[in-house]
């Protein structure tokens, strides 16, 4: 079964997008279907992940992060805490990449 990346703000851009996810549940995981605006899924899409923690995450590695308010360490570190309580920078995330 494909699992399925859920978005809080499923906006996304045409080409390369990116999603961090706490934890490593994502790293390595091939390829996910994404739940688009009004629960519609995307068809099957590939992932390229990387593992790492918070506090190593650079401005590049969000430059393609899919929701605007997210495309600085700044304003991923306020979505973050805001999505997974108790989130701190000293854990690990998944950097998940994709094409739309």
């Known amino acids: 079964m494909i699992p ?3 978005f809080d703000t499923p906006t996304f851009h045409p080409g ?5 996810r706490r934890g490593d549940r994502w790293h390595s995981v091939p390829e ?3 739940r688009l605006r009004d629960g519609i899924l995307s068809p ?3 992932l390229e992940t ?3 923690k918070f506090s190593a995450l ?3 590695d969000i ?3 899919h929701d605007p308010k997210c495309r600085t360490l700044e304003g991923l570190l ?6 997974y309580p108790g989130f701190d920078p000293e854990e690990d995330i998944t950097v998940c990449h994709f094409n739309f």
Do not use: D, G
Not at 16 to 20: A, D, F, G, M, V
């Open 4 to 6: 399925i990346l859920e």
């Open 16 to 20: 390369r997008n990116t999603t961090i």
């Open 32 to 34: 996910a279907r994404l």
């Open 44 to 46: 099957p899409m590939p």
């Open 50 to 52: 990387a593992l790492k």
């Open 58 to 60: 650079s401005e590049s």
């Open 63 to 65: 430059r393609f992060e």
């Open 78 to 83: 306020h979505e973050m805490q805001r999505i």
